[in-house]
């Protein structure tokens, strides 16, 4: 299948990409990995006037510490994300995380700016951002903005970004080795059907779901229930919270009753995984 025809452009700086952005509005569309958006096109999904292709910016791709924090390209794939030893030992989770993405091609292809921007509501990446309380670098017409995770992912697709701004960096804090993820997917694609992402540290816990509602949240119910407290008594309690308050999916794919089941046993098993690192 074809998508409807549209003018390609290659920028070559993020500057280029923004002004490109801004001239051509909401008929614009960035092309990052293209595991999302030409999907989305060859079914009519989306018909984009202008493809954006932000592939040869030659700033976008790096993984590198900044301070406390490690900074992180948005063209970076999901596969140098899994495969980084510097996010292995800095920050876990985050290649824990891209592991579970899809397939080998996919995690070849697919960015962390992409997945971020797309917001779809069972990819992985959101929930690590969310239990990492990541911030997000964006690019646009007036300069450069931080968004922090929990203002990012704003409902079913859709993001704090507007349309003539350009994610150009992701930044996650060093974490300790007590960070999990523990998803069950969707067998044909991989997409989480419950994925639960857990970082125990000094300052408490703190748990991103995704994948069973319209977008990933803080499962802060379970948080609070856990204030102080990690033994197997308080985590089984606490899982039990983590789809208090939600609005769950409920579609071919999986019901409402079984998302929220995975929800509690996942988020018990991610629990006790990263309380045993
Ligand atoms: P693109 O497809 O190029 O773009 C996606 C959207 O983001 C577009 O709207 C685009 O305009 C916008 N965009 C891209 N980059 C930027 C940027 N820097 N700034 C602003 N906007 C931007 N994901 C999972 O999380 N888990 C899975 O298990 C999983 N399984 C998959 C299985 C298959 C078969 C496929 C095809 C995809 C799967 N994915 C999965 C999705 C995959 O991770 C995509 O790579 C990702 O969602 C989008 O990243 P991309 O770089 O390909 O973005």
Same mark, same amino acid.
């Given at each position: *299948?074809?998508?409807?025809?549209?003018? $390609?452009?290659?920028? &070559?700086?993020?500057?280029? &990409?923004? /002004?490109?952005?801004?001239?051509?509005?909401?008929?614009?569309?960035?092309?990052?990995?293209?595991? =999302?958006?030409?999907? +989305?096109?060859?079914? @009519?999904?989306?018909?984009?006037?202008?493809?954006?292709?932000?592939?040869?910016? &030659?700033?976008?791709?790096?993984?590198?510490?900044?301070?406390?924090?490690?900074?992180?390209?948005? *063209?970076?794939?999901?596969?140098?994300?899994?495969?980084?030893?510097?996010?292995?030992?800095?920050?876990?989770?985050?290649?824990?995380? +891209?592991?579970?993405?899809?397939? *080998?091609?996919?995690?070849? *292809?697919?960015?962390?700016?992409? =997945?971020?921007?797309?917001?779809?509501?069972?990819?992985?990446?959101?929930? #690590?951002?969310?239990?990492?309380?990541?911030?997000?670098?964006? #690019?646009?017409?007036?300069? @450069?903005?931080?968004?922090?995770?929990?203002?990012?992912?704003?409902?079913?697709?859709?993001?704090?970004?507007?349309?003539?701004?350009?994610?150009?960096?992701?930044?996650?804090?060093?974490?300790?080795?007590?960070?999990?993820?523990?998803?069950?997917?969707?067998?044909?694609?991989?997409? /989480?059907?419950?994925?639960?992402?857990?970082?125990?540290?000094? +300052?408490?816990?703190?748990?991103?779901?995704?994948?069973?509602?319209?977008?990933?949240?803080?499962?802060?119910?379970?948080?609070?229930?856990?204030?102080?407290?990690?033994?197997?008594? +308080?985590?089984?309690?606490? /899982?039990?919270? /983590?789809?208090?308050?939600?609005?769950?999916?409920?579609?071919?794919?999986?019901? !409402?009753? $079984?998302?929220?089941?995975?929800?509690?046993?996942?988020?018990?098993? !991610?629990?006790?995984?990263?309380? =045993?690192?």
């Amino acid at each position: *299948m074809y998508p409807a025809s549209f003018d $390609y452009k290659r920028p &070559a700086t993020i500057d280029e &990409a923004v /002004a490109l952005l801004t001239q051509f509005g909401d008929d614009a569309k960035v092309l990052a990995g293209g595991h =999302s958006l030409i999907p +989305a096109m060859k079914l @009519r999904l989306a018909r984009p006037r202008v493809v954006v292709d932000i592939g040869r910016i &030659a700033n976008l791709n790096y993984i590198r510490e900044a301070g406390s924090s490690i900074a992180i390209g948005a *063209m970076t794939t999901h596969q140098e994300i899994a495969s980084s030893k510097q996010l292995q030992d800095k920050c876990p989770l985050l290649p824990e995380t +891209a592991s579970h993405i899809g397939d *080998m091609q996919v995690r070849n *292809m697919g960015t962390i700016g992409g =997945s971020l921007a797309h917001n779809d509501p069972a990819a992985d990446y959101p929930a #690590a951002i969310l239990a990492l309380d990541a911030e997000i670098d964006v #690019a646009g017409p007036k300069g @450069r903005r931080t968004i922090r995770a929990g203002d990012f992912f704003v409902d079913l697709l859709t993001t704090a970004i507007a349309p003539n701004e350009l994610i150009v960096e992701v930044r996650v804090p060093a974490t300790p080795k007590t960070v999990a993820y523990v998803k069950t997917e969707q067998k044909a694609s991989g997409f /989480a059907l419950a994925g639960v992402a857990v970082v125990i540290s000094p +300052a408490g816990v703190r748990v991103g779901i995704t994948g069973v509602a319209a977008k990933a949240y803080r499962a802060t119910g379970v948080e609070q229930a856990l204030k102080g407290k990690t033994t197997a008594e +308080a985590i089984a309690q606490a /899982a039990a919270r /983590a789809t208090d308050g939600v609005e769950l999916l409920n579609d071919i794919h999986a019901s !409402a009753e $079984y998302r929220a089941h995975l929800a509690q046993v996942n988020t018990k098993r !991610a629990l006790e995984r990263a309380a =045993s690192r």
